[in-house]
């Protein structure tokens, strides 16, 4: 499924997208603004709701989820 992640994920309307995004994310930490400058990002720490091996799956933080998890 998570290979396939991004096609269903697209297929979803906005309130099931953010359920979703609900649903794997505990916690999400941001830059303050003067730290934003140097960073170039504003996400400083996402916590999943689930575990994973941040060896093997370390470009969760860097894939498509870190940045439609800005999405408002």
Do not use: N, P, W
Not at 2 to 19: A, T, V
Not at 21 to 32: H, V
Not at 39 to 60: C, D, M, N, P, V
Request: proline share 0%; net charge positive.
């Amino acid at each position: 499924m998570l290979l396939e992640f991004d096609r269903i994920y697209d297929k979803l309307s906005m309130d099931e997208q953010r359920s979703v995004l609900q649903s794997l994310i505990s916690e999400i930490q941001l830059y303050k603004k003067e730290e934003i400058k140097e960073s170039k990002t504003y996400i400083k720490k996402i916590k999943f709701a689930f575990h994973y091996q941040q060896e093997r799956y370390g470009s969760l933080r860097q894939g498509s989820l870190a940045g439609r998890c800005c999405r408002a």
